[in-house]
């Protein structure tokens, strides 16, 4: 019998499979010879551009990859196509003016399959539900009646973020957490937070907490590789799903319990109205309170709670090193709020037009920090061409969002937190593009709570301003304790704990933090 020794089918493996790369990379090469992609860092056969992708902050890696190739760069990560646009004209010319072939999303499996983190966000643009939907948020959100009839809420939780704030170090991002999470959790279930340690508050927290650390979607091994779902735990790449699994169980408690919450009020007929009980009250007029309908309403109050949340945390969270950095802008925008609320009063919302420097800050933070550095991504349904390339259908679309917000044309001197940058009175120039052109997304899928997010970090940083001094925290011997300035990498970015020196700023102040607090 023939024998065959344990180097020759060595060999022969060898050959077969540089036969099998040979056709395989030979055929890829003609199918992306034939048509005009835009440039990209070189792919390797199957693999794509994988290896150049690191696992930390992909927004700069790519942003590199812009400096050299353009502001179109077209990568693959194995089968999946990517199209990265890091300017602001390119990505509203295509996700704005072309809104109708850009606003699907492609399959998230991580994220969605395998997180179960909402199925509004994989919905395609056109689909029925996908319309329901952003109707519901709409008049929820976007709705000048609905925003005016949070502002009671808004205002009360201001009060207690002062009155946390003043005396904080390291630990007020706590506070922060409690006075958005407690707007939203009224707005969204009528639910009123009366402790930190509110448990639907701790939810929250831990849910968003491992969304904002998991990969970016899209951008995830199983995403481009959906089989890995099913890999067991204990095998090598196992991790996703046993990640997976331990958030799946968080996100099923974030989702009933505040609508269990919900049903139980509105049985007893003491239930707020609110995002839920509005959305529970109408399908059961019109007779369609299915079980489809209530997961779908728990799905979307889901989003709406968790989509606010960390944002919001972690921009105003990035406003308050801008101060501990920039004295000298604070001190600019303590007088500027001086000169308006005369420190007798806490700042409202009737105050907005009257601190155009309050504006320019919370613009520069907006840019500054970009929290979702490479926001949702979008796919496109159609082949299409832009600026003379090919795109083909269901290509990735993901805006560099932070490479935008660093783009020296754009915005000179970029690192440098300057709100001047903004200012329309300033001699010889004309302002710089407002931030929440980009920052809140775009086309049909940009951010339904952004009008609510804006208003509630205008009124958080404007009682700041108006009752606090922020300043660097000191160590024993009394020196300035520098705090390093480094974001987290992920989908939803925050500055690395840094420590400060917050207090009231005069008597006055505490004396107005005090007597608010009651
Ligand atoms: C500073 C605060 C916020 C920022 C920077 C932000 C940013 C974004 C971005 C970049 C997107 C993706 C848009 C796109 O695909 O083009 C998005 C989507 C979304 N945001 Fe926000 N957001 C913020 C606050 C909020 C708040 C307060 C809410 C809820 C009231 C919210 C709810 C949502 C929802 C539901 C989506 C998904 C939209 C969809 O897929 O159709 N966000 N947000």
Same mark, same amino acid.
């Given at each position: ?13 060898f050959? @077969?499979v540089s036969?099998?790369s040979?056709?395989?990379? *030979?055929?890829?090469?003609?199918c992306?010879s034939?048509?005009?992609? +835009? ?9 794509g551009n994988?290896? !150049?992708l690191p696992?930390?902050?992909k ?5 590199d990859? =812009?400096?050299?190739f ?5 990568v693959s990560?194995f089968?999946?196509?990517v199209?990265i646009?890091?300017s602001?004209?390119? *990505? $509203?010319?295509?996700m704005?003016k072309?809104s109708m072939?850009?606003s699907?999303?492609p399959?998230? &499996?991580?994220m ?5 983190w909402t199925?509004?966000l994989?919905?395609?643009?056109s ?9 519901w948020?709409q008049?929820?959100f976007l709705?000048?009646n609905?925003l005016v009839k /949070?502002?009671?809420? !808004?205002?009360?939780?201001?009060r &207690?973020l002062?009155d946390?704030m003043?005396?904080s170090?390291?630990?007020f991002?706590q506070?922060?957490n409690r006075f958005?999470?407690?707007i939203?959790m009224?707005?969204v279930?009528g639910y009123?937070?009366?402790s =930190?340690d509110?448990?639907?508050?701790? /939810?929250g927290s831990e849910?968003m907490?491992?969304?904002a650390h998991a990969g970016y979607p ?7 590789l959906?089989f890995l ?5 204990w095998? #090598?790449f196992g991790k996703?799903r046993?990640e997976?699994e331990?958030?799946k169980?968080?996100?099923r408690?974030m989702r ?5 919450y919900v049903?139980?009020t509105?049985?007893a007929?003491?239930?707020p109205s609110s ?11 019109t007779?369609?309170?299915?079980l489809q309908e209530?997961?779908?309403i728990k799905?979307?109050?889901t ?7 960390d944002t919001?945390v ?7 090193l801008?101060m501990?950095l920039n ?6 925008a303590q007088e500027?709020?001086?000169y308006v609320?005369?420190q007798?009063?806490?700042p ?7 601190l +155009?420097?309050?504006e320019c800050i %919370?613009k ?7 929290v979702?550095p490479?926001?949702?991504?979008? $796919?496109s349904?159609i082949?299409?061409?832009?600026r003379? @390339?090919d795109?083909p259908?269901?290509?990735?679309i993901?805006p560099?969002?932070w490479a935008?917000s660093?783009?020296?044309?754009? /915005? #000179?001197? +970029?690192?440098?937190f ?6 329309? *009175?300033r *001699?010889?120039?004309i +302002?710089q593009?407002d931030?929440?052109? @980009? %920052?809140?997304? @775009?086309?049909?899928?940009?951010? #339904?709570?952004?009008l609510?997010a804006d208003?509630?970090i205008w009124? =958080?940083i404007?009682n700041?301003?108006?009752t606090l001094? %922020?300043?660097k925290?000191r160590d024993s011997?009394g020196s300035e304790?520098?705090?390093r ?8 970015s925050?500055?690395e704990? /840094? ?7 005069s008597?006055?102040?505490?004396q107005l %933090?005090?007597?608010a607090a009651?």
């Open positions: 019998m023939l024998t065959v020794s344990l180097a020759e089918r060595a060999l022969y493996a050959v @077969f036969i099998v040979h056709f395989v990379y *030979a055929r890829w090469i003609r992306w034939r048509v005009h992609h +835009p440039p990209g860092p070189s792919p390797l056969p199957l693999l994988v290896y !150049q696992d930390g902050h927004e700069k890696t790519m942003s990859w =812009a400096v050299v353009g502001k179109l760069v077209y990560f089968r999946t196509r199209l646009v890091s602001l004209d390119v *990505a $509203q010319e295509i704005e072309r072939h850009y699907d999303r399959r998230l &499996v991580h969605q399959e395998m997180m179960q199925s509004h994989g919905y395609a643009a689909s029925e539900d996908f319309r329901k939907h952003r109707k948020l008049s929820a709705a000048h609905s /949070y502002r009671p809420i !808004q205002l009360r939780e201001v &207690v002062l946390g003043s005396g170090s390291s630990q991002e506070h922060l958005i999470g407690a939203l009224e707005v279930y009123t937070v009366t =930190a509110d448990k639907f508050l701790k /939810y849910v907490e491992e969304v899209s951008l995830s091994p199983p995403d481009w959906p779902k099913y890999v067991p735990t095998l #090598p996703y046993k997976s331990r958030f169980d968080l996100v408690k009933a319990d505040p609508y269990d049903r139980k509105m049985a007929g003491t239930a995002f839920t009980s509005t959305l529970v009250e109408e399908a059961v007029r007779n369609l309170l299915t209530e997961e779908d799905d979307m109050a989003l709406v709670y968790g989509g606010g949340m919001t972690s921009t105003l969270s990035a406003f308050v801008a501990v004295p000298r802008v604070l001190k600019k500027e709020m001086d609320v005369n007798d009063r806490l409202d919302f009737s105050d907005r037009n009257s +155009p420097y309050l %919370i520069e933070v907006y840019r500054w920090h970009v979702a490479l926001g949702v991504p979008h $796919q349904t082949d299409d061409k832009v003379g @390339f795109i259908g269901k290509t990735v993901i560099n969002l935008i660093r783009d020296p044309e754009r /915005y #000179p001197d +970029p690192e440098t300057y709100p001047e940058r903004f200012e329309h *009175a *001699a010889g120039s +302002p593009t931030p929440r052109k @980009f %920052i809140f997304g @775009f086309g049909r899928r940009i951010c #339904p709570g952004r609510l208003a509630n009124l =958080a404007a700041m301003v108006a001094d %922020i300043g925290a011997a304790i520098e705090p300035v480094e974001s987290t990498s992920g989908f939803i925050h500055f704990d /840094y420590m400060s020196d917050i207090k009231p700023r008597e006055n102040a505490a %933090i005090a007597a009651v």
